[in-house]
């Protein structure tokens, strides 16, 4: 972990794309109350947003994703390239992501109290999504087998922490007006129906026809098929995508192909336990 990883307010994240300067970058960010933040536990719908927002922005023109990379057009905050962009001299609003905890957010941001699109997902699928995507990329601590990964994920000792620490903060957090909570199973089931609800938070009246047209190329198949955003143009030193692709499988579920009985067990124990005081309804409870 020490070799690849660094500590930043109790979590590990990546050395290679999150440097002192780059979290200095974040602890000092001025935001603005009409920026537009997706915020994600890792693995949990951020590329996906990465290409609905900007489309809803641009009332279903394709220039901004056909011409930027996915970690151009709405960068992470907290990484490095965010300091390189001139992200204070983009128009309003300014769409960006970030996978901090909401006890990690800097100060300008309760203060500011830009708009959040927090997404979340199944863990299990979390879970199974990360293990392969650890496994693939090359500054990312080798996950090991299965039942290794899952004591590591279940104790929060991967990057970004715990999965429960993340969606709890985020749950609790405060000018709830602000803050519109979706899941990628929501989107999965219906995504047009969730692209007019996000459209609806920001303020963005779009027609039928454009939230159709967004829809459509947002589709796990259309999406792969842009380089933009299917990390095709990381090199594979970093990314081995003959052994994993970025946009692996993209449905709901996929732990049941890959969690035994007693894996899936000792994880819904963990999340009752974690989870108990928890009033919210998550589409995967059903
Ligand atoms: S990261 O590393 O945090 O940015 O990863 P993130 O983008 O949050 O999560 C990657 C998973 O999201 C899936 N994905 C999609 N699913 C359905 N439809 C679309 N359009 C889509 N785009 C990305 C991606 O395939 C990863 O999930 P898995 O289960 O591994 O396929």
């Known amino acids: 972990e020490a070799e690849l990883y660094v500590q930043y307010k109790g979590v590990f994240v990546p050395k290679l ?29 951020t590329t996906w947003m990465q290409e609905i927002l900007p489309l809803i922005v641009s009332e279903g023109d394709m220039t ?47 203060k500011v109290k830009p708009k959040v699109i927090y997404v979340m997902r199944n863990p299990k699928d979390v879970f ?4 392969y995507y650890y496994d693939m990329a090359s500054y990312m601590v080798n ?59 920001i303020g963005k009246t779009l027609s039928q026809e454009v939230i159709e047209k967004i829809a459509d190329h947002c589709m796990f198949k259309n999406m792969k098929q842009n380089k933009m955003s299917n990390y095709s143009l990381v090199p594979s030193e970093y990314m081995d995508q003959k052994k994993s692709e970025f946009l692996r499988k993209g449905i709901a579920g996929d732990w049941k192909n890959n969690l035994t009985e007693a894996q899936a067990a000792r994880f819904d ?3 009752k336990e974690k989870m108990k005081d928890v009033n919210f309804k998550f589409m995967w409870d059903e």
């Open 17 to 45: 794309v999150h440097t002192p300067e780059s979290l200095q970058f974040f602890e000092e960010f001025t935001f603005r109350h009409d920026d537009i933040i997706a915020v994600t536990y890792p693995k949990s719908g």
């Open 128 to 131: 199974t999504s990360s293990y």
């Open 269 to 271: 124990s963990v999340y």
């Open 64 to 110: 901004p994703v056909l011409t930027l990379t996915n970690w151009d057009r709405m960068p992470w905050l907290e990484e490095h390239r965010a300091k390189e962009l001139n992200f204070d001299q983009r128009p309003p609003p300014r769409l960006s992501v970030s996978h901090c905890h909401y006890s990690m957010m800097p100060e300008s941001f309760f």
């Open 143 to 201: 996950p090991g087998t299965k039942d290794e990964f899952l004591d590591k994920f279940l104790d929060g000792k991967v990057i970004f922490g715990s999965w429960f620490d993340h969606v709890k903060g985020w749950l609790g957090a405060k000018d709830q007006d602000r803050i519109m909570y979706i899941s990628y199973e929501e989107m999965i089931l219906d995504l047009k129906a969730s692209i007019s609800k996000i459209s609806l938070f």
